[in-house]
């Protein structure tokens, strides 16, 4: 099984982009769902995160601007980005993890907002 994350792209600062990330097939246990981030030179970093029971978190830097979602029938995790800022510039990567600690990364998908 893969997840296939798309949706990143060049915003100008002040804008919103969402991201959507697909698992190609059905994963047994998955009890949260999550984006984290890569900017050049940094290490990789959570954004947000949502579980089974709907229950979010979100890195300070982005809460009140970002919003995950989950469509469990469509086996797919969004990151609904507004307000978008140059410091947000990264790569984007879905995590899914399991009840046995398993964690299935996406590929990535670049994010650039311009100032």
């Known amino acids: 099984v893969q997840l296939q994350a798309s949706g990143g792209g060049l915003v100008q600062a002040g804008g919103s982009l969402t991201l959507s990330c697909a698992a190609s097939?059905?994963?047994?246990?998955?009890?949260?769902r999550g984006w984290y981030r890569q900017a050049p030179g940094k290490e990789r970093e959570l954004v947000a995160l949502i579980m089974n029971n709907g229950i979010t978190n979100y890195a300070d830097s982005v809460r009140g601007r970002f919003t995950i979602s989950r469509d469990i029938g469509k086996n797919t995790v969004y990151l609904h980005m507004n307000s978008l800022k140059s410091e947000d510039t990264a790569v984007y990567f879905c995590?899914?993890?399991?009840?046995?600690?398993?964690?299935?990364w996406g590929q990535g998908t670049l994010v650039t907002v311009s100032s």
């Open positions: 097939g059905k994963i047994p246990g998955v009890n949260r």
């Open positions: 995590n899914y993890k399991t009840n046995y600690e398993r964690l299935y």
